[in-house]
């Protein structure tokens, strides 16, 4: 079965950036909107930011002018660029279908924010 691999999170000091990275392991994901969910300690997981397969964007409210979601489709890669992390950004970052579709949450990448 194909899957997503998510890379990229770490450890960030509040005001700094990340990059991360959702490779899949098939070019079929090229034919889907796709997106990054997050799940911080003790809540539910959302959407942070979607892209459709012409790549038109979509964001939360809380990460609008701060995250970029964007997509190589030579790569069959899908990126967030973090910027202006803050401490409420700390949890692990899935990418998925958009909507998400159950047999394809990978192991996410952690993101953890320091004040």
């Known amino acids: 079965q194909a899957r997503l691999v998510e890379s990229g999170g770490g450890l960030v000091q509040a005001g700094g950036s990340l990059r991360l990275s959702c490779a899949g392991s098939s070019s079929a994901f090229n034919m889907y909107n796709m997106g990054w969910y997050r799940q911080a300690p003790g809540k539910q997981r959302e959407l942070a930011a979607g892209i459709t397969t012409g790549g038109s964007p979509n964001y939360a409210d809380s990460v609008k002018g701060r995250f970029t979601i964007s997509r190589d489709n030579a790569k069959n890669t899908v990126y967030l660029q973090m910027n202006s992390l803050n401490s409420e950004d700390t949890g692990v970052y899935y990418c998925?279908?958009?909507?998400?579709?159950?047999?394809?949450w990978g192991q996410g990448t952690q993101v953890t924010v320091s004040s």
């Open positions: 998925n279908m958009s909507p998400p579709l159950r047999g394809y």
